[in-house]
């Protein structure tokens, strides 16, 4: 079975107010999934709803997969209160099912491998909090690629990073997804690399207004609106 998830009518509220409506899609394996919209409507929460955080009100979500791997918004900010080097960090990747044992030899291997796929070997008795927004971002692809995921989530990795890190980044997710074979969703403010990295787009504001070829989104939605507008409504 070449599909990986399915998301079918999905409808969640907080309180009494819905923040999601009939939210219905699918993904193959191996698509590069990028989700836009305005704050407030609802991304987040979709990532949560998708990962298990959180329980639809209504509808169903379908993961045909276990191995998944969830890098939440401004996780950095933690590390100011528990200091943890690179190499700790990453490790956190190879704890099975939360349980606490021995590293291996072999969980030494695949650490200094995701370590060095991200450029970041020579950082790894750094403390994390000492590197940059883009460094810190490549620690958790490699903490979250050393548990050998299927499927990566992401949610506005790019934020607090500069313009040449983010290029950076998007190379290796590019590289994740096309080499390694990883399905990435990616939830992200930053709409035209989103639009140049992924394979499929979403325009969500509390419903999805589209969902399609990004080329078909910048006909289909942004003309004659700008971009800025339509992410202020």
Same mark, same amino acid.
């Given at each position: 079975?070449?599909?990986?998830?399915?998301?079918?009518?999905?409808?969640?509220?907080?309180?009494?107010?819905?923040?999601?409506?009939?939210?219905?899609?699918?993904?193959?394996?191996?698509?590069?999934?990028?989700?836009?919209?305005?704050?407030?409507?609802?991304k987040s929460t979709l990532l949560k709803l998708i990962v298990g955080i959180l329980?639809?009100?209504?509808?169903?979500?379908?993961?045909?997969?276990?191995?998944?791997?969830?890098?939440?918004?401004?996780?950095?900010?933690?590390?100011?209160?528990?200091?943890?080097?690179?190499?700790?960090?990453?490790?956190?990747?190879?704890?099975?099912? +939360?349980?606490? !044992?021995? =590293?291996? &030899? $072999?969980?030494?291997?695949? @650490?200094?491998?995701?370590?060095? #796929?991200?450029?970041?070997?020579?950082?790894?008795?750094?403390?994390?909090?000492?590197?940059?927004?883009?460094?810190?971002?490549?620690?958790?692809?490699?903490?979250?690629?050393?548990?050998?995921?299927?499927?990566?989530?992401?949610?506005?990795?790019?934020?607090?990073?500069?313009?040449?890190?983010?290029?950076?980044?998007?190379?290796?997710?590019?590289h994740l997804n096309k080499n390694m074979h990883i399905t990435i969703i990616i939830?992200?403010?930053?709409?035209?690399?989103?639009?140049?990295e992924v394979s499929t787009m979403a325009y969500l504001d509390k419903r999805l207004?589209?969902? +399609?070829?990004? !080329?078909? =989104?910048? &006909? $289909?939605?942004?003309?004659? @609106?700008?971009?800025?507008?339509? #992410?202020?409504?």
């Amino acid at each position: 079975m070449n599909r990986i998830l399915e998301v079918r009518n999905l409808y969640f509220k907080y309180r009494n107010d819905f923040v999601l409506e009939d939210i219905s899609f699918s993904l193959d394996r191996e698509d590069f999934f990028g989700i836009i919209g305005p704050n407030g409507s609802g991304k987040s929460t979709l990532l949560k709803l998708i990962v298990g955080i959180l329980k639809p009100t209504n509808g169903e979500i379908k993961v045909y997969t276990d191995k998944i791997s969830y890098i939440p918004q401004r996780i950095a900010s933690m590390y100011h209160i528990f200091p943890a080097t690179v190499e700790e960090i990453v490790a956190l990747g190879r704890l099975s099912d +939360g349980i606490l !044992r021995r =590293f291996s &030899k $072999k969980d030494g291997e695949l @650490i200094d491998q995701a370590l060095e #796929l991200v450029g970041l070997k020579e950082f790894k008795d750094r403390k994390i909090s000492e590197l940059s927004g883009g460094q810190q971002q490549r620690v958790h692809i490699a903490r979250a690629i050393v548990s050998n995921p299927e499927l990566l989530i992401l949610d506005e990795p790019t934020t607090g990073v500069d313009v040449a890190n983010q290029e950076k980044f998007y190379k290796l997710l590019d590289h994740l997804n096309k080499n390694m074979h990883i399905t990435i969703i990616i939830v992200s403010h930053d709409i035209s690399s989103v639009a140049n990295e992924v394979s499929t787009m979403a325009y969500l504001d509390k419903r999805l207004h589209f969902i +399609g070829k990004p !080329r078909d =989104f910048f &006909k $289909k939605i942004l003309w004659p @609106i700008e971009i800025e507008d339509l #992410l202020r409504r």
